[in-house]
Structures are given as C-alpha cells and as structure tokens.
Nanobody, 114 residues
Framework: VQLQASGGGLVQPGGSLRLSCVAS????????MGWYRQAPGRQRELVAT???????NYADSVKGRFAISRDNAKSTVYLQMNSLESEDTAVYYC?????????WGQGTLDTVSS
C-alpha cells in the first residue's frame, strides 16, 4: 500500500486546513485509515482514525475541531481541521492498517502561526 498525502501548509491561528490521503497499490481490504502527527521534540501521536464501516476515533485534543472522513470508492481519507491552534503545528502522517500491518505516508508539515 502506498499513501500520498496533500493539503498541508501555513495557516494562522483559528484558521482551517484540509488534508487528503490517497491509497494506491494493494488498496483493498484496508480496515482502518487515519492521521497521526509528530511535533518537534515529541513522539508521534494519534489524531484521528476511521474504520471501513465509518467508526471514528479522535484524540481528546482535537475533538470538536477536527473531522475525519473517508471515501472508500476512492481509497481516500480526509482530515478537516478547524479552529487550528499553535499546538497543532506538526508533521501529519497518513496511516493505513491492512492485514495486521501499518503503512505510512511521507508526512505533510502543517504550521499554525501568526
């Protein structure tokens, strides 16, 4: 499975960004897709995941601000990020879980700064 993420960039506090991630290759039977992030000097952490049936899971820090969605026909997962804060600055990684294995995209840098 190959993952290609897009949509990162620079935004002011309170602004919005939308990330997209397209899976290709063996993109069938992907049970779970999601987003993780890693800020400078910190470990990678869960942001949000979504299962093929639509069940979602969010980190407490993003609940109510971020929304994950998925288009199974396009093998694409989206992350709508609203009310962004400086603490959301990080490299965001797309993830796919298939047949007991994790796959990772290349990461996209999102910077929240005035």
């Amino acid at each position: 499975v190959q993952l290609q993420a897009s949509g990162g960039g620079l935004v002011q506090p309170g602004g919005s960004l939308r990330l997209s991630c397209v899976a290709s290759g063996s993109d069938f039977d992907i049970n779970r897709m999601g987003w993780y992030r890693q800020a400078p000097g910190r470990q990678r952490e869960l942001v949000a995941t979504i299962r093929s049936g639509g069940y979602t899971n969010y980190a407490d820090s993003v609940k109510g601000r971020f929304a994950i969605s998925r288009d199974n026909a396009k093998s694409t997962v989206y992350l709508q990020m609203n009310s962004l804060e400086s603490e959301d600055t990080a490299v965001y990684y797309c993830n796919a879980f298939r047949w007991s294995r994790d796959y990772w995209g290349q990461g996209t840098l999102d910077t929240v700064s005035s």
